[in-house]
């Protein structure tokens, strides 16, 4: 018996493996394929969320009302749409009798043109998850600029930003975008609902209005490097390191080689000229800001951060969509890229791989628990 046990188990094991095999060389296959006949960059992919809170909102009262309540609630709500269309209309007709009357003979083609038109006014949303690198910046540089190419006067942009800071020069790049909508004339608004710290307020200073959550972590107006130096481990072990450089300040500090006190000098003050940099393009966005006090490295809440005008006002992402949503129509943006499968199975695998070790970490920490 144990020995047929054992033959299966070897069995499933082989078949396993050429399975896995068989999937890797595959994945291999195709992804060579795309290479050779490469798929569009991605696609952007809009979503009113009008329609979709609404929708929600009709799932929740069909479950919770009784038919009669539910009637009567969609009765209401279609007499209430009819009405505020009325409404629309007449202020538009209103507005376009208004033109025509101040308008000349001569300037009646430009009036035109600047007739209201019949559509609402829109808020386009986009998300930005920042890391280290600032990876979101390559999908919003796209979003911006579909936003940008069919948005209209009086349109505006909203970004949910979520970063804790990362490299300079990434960053500096994720707010140069927001700076584009800006400058094309658009209101740009921040929601921060979780943090926006170092880099992130580097991004969040550019808009014309800030809100956060009262717990949202803001601030953290300062430069940090840090590298560990393994040179007197090498030479313990006897290995000879060398390092050439033309140029006195090409390598200021190094990881293997010995540093030297005029190199961490020169480090140090480019840390002081990047802030100096940082500071001055949060002056030139949020002059009202007192920078002796926030500039000093130290993150604050909401609720204080507002004190210290780093924002304007406190509150949710959620909360200005469903405000916008009274008199505008909300859409959210995403840019996506199609991911070859090789990549797709990867990234699944390690989700997988990291699930079940939360799973068992949290398994194990409730045995000591109730131990």
């Given at each position: 018996?144990?020995?047929?046990?054992?033959?299966?188990?070897?069995?499933?094991?082989?078949?396993?493996?050429?399975?896995?095999?068989?999937?890797?060389?595959?994945?291999?296959?195709?992804?060579?394929?795309?290479?050779?006949?490469?798929?569009?960059?991605?696609?952007?992919?809009?979503?009113?969320?009008?329609?979709?809170?609404?929708?929600?909102?009709?799932?929740?009262?069909?479950?919770?009302?009784?038919?009669?309540?539910?009637?009567?609630?969609?009765?209401?709500?279609?007499?209430?749409?009819?009405?505020?269309?009325?409404?629309?209309?007449?202020?538009?007709?209103?507005?376009?009798?208004?033109?025509?009357?101040?308008?000349?003979?001569?300037?009646?083609?430009?009036?035109?043109?600047?007739?209201?038109?019949?559509?609402?006014?829109?808020?386009?949303?986009?998300?930005?998850?920042?890391?280290?690198?600032?990876?979101?910046?390559?999908?919003?540089?796209?979003?911006?600029?579909?936003?940008?190419?069919?948005?209209?006067?009086?349109?505006?942009?909203?970004?949910?930003?979520?970063?804790?800071?990362?490299?300079?020069?990434?960053?500096?790049?994720?707010?140069?975008?927001?700076?584009?909508?800006?400058?094309?004339?658009?209101?740009?608004?921040?929601?921060?609902?979780?943090?926006?710290?170092?880099?992130?307020?580097?991004?969040?200073?550019?808009?014309?209005?800030?809100?956060?959550?009262?717990?949202?972590?803001?601030g953290s107006i300062g430069v940090v490097a840090e590298l560990p130096n393994f040179n007197?481990?090498?030479?313990?072990?006897?290995?000879?390191y060398e390092q050439h450089t033309a140029g006195d300040y090409k390598r200021t500090l190094?990881?293997?080689?010995?540093?030297?006190?005029?190199?961490?000098?020169?480090?140090?003050?480019?840390?002081?000229?990047?802030?100096?940099?940082?500071?001055?393009?949060?002056?030139?966005?949020?002059?009202?800001?007192?920078?002796?006090?926030?500039?000093?490295?130290?993150?604050?809440?909401?609720?204080?951060?507002?004190?210290?005008?780093?924002?304007?006002?406190?509150?949710?992402?959620?909360?200005?969509?469903?405000?916008?949503?009274?008199?505008?129509?909300?859409?959210?943006?995403?840019?996506?890229?199609?991911?070859?499968?090789?990549?797709?199975?990867?990234?699944?695998?390690?989700?997988?791989?990291?699930?079940?070790?939360?799973?068992?970490?949290?398994?194990?920490?409730?045995?000591?628990?109730?131990?």
């Amino acid at each position: 018996m144990i020995e047929f046990i054992a033959e299966y188990g070897l069995f499933l094991l082989k078949t396993a493996t050429i399975i896995i095999g068989i999937i890797v060389i595959l994945a291999m296959i195709i992804n060579a394929g795309h290479r050779q006949h490469p798929v569009s960059r991605g696609e952007i992919k809009v979503t009113n969320l009008g329609e979709t809170i609404k929708d929600h909102s009709q799932t929740i009262k069909n479950e919770v009302m009784s038919k009669h309540q539910y009637k009567q609630a969609l009765k209401q709500e279609k007499e209430d749409d009819k009405k505020r269309d009325k409404e629309e209309k007449q202020q538009l007709k209103a507005q376009k009798k208004a033109t025509k009357q101040s308008a000349s003979d001569s300037s009646s083609e430009k009036s035109d043109q600047e007739t209201p038109s019949e559509d609402k006014t829109r808020v386009y949303v986009i998300d930005f998850d920042g890391d280290i690198e600032a990876s979101d910046v390559e999908s919003m540089r796209e979003e911006i600029t579909a936003i940008l190419s069919a948005a209209n006067k009086g349109d505006e942009v909203m970004v949910r930003l979520k970063s804790p800071g990362g490299m300079v020069h990434s960053y500096g790049l994720a707010a140069s975008q927001l700076q584009r909508i800006r400058q094309a004339g658009y209101k740009l608004t921040i929601a921060v609902d979780e943090v926006a710290a170092s880099g992130g307020y580097m991004m969040a200073c550019v808009g014309d209005n800030i809100t956060a959550a009262p717990f949202a972590i803001i601030g953290s107006i300062g430069v940090v490097a840090e590298l560990p130096n393994f040179n007197r481990l090498l030479k313990k072990a006897n290995v000879d390191y060398e390092q050439h450089t033309a140029g006195d300040y090409k390598r200021t500090l190094t990881m293997f080689g010995e540093n030297t006190s005029h190199g961490r000098d020169k480090f140090k003050e480019d840390l002081e000229d990047t802030h100096q940099l940082f500071k001055s393009f949060i002056n030139q966005n949020r002059p009202q800001l007192d920078l002796d006090t926030v500039a000093t490295g130290e993150h604050w809440y909401g609720t204080k951060a507002k004190e210290l005008g780093l924002i304007d006002e406190l509150g949710t992402s959620d909360d200005l969509i469903v405000k916008a949503l009274d008199d505008k129509e909300v859409y959210a943006v995403k840019y996506t890229i199609k991911k070859p499968i090789s990549e797709r199975l990867s990234v699944s695998l390690t989700r997988g791989v990291e699930k079940l070790l939360t799973k068992l970490i949290h398994r194990s920490s409730r045995q000591d628990l109730f131990k």
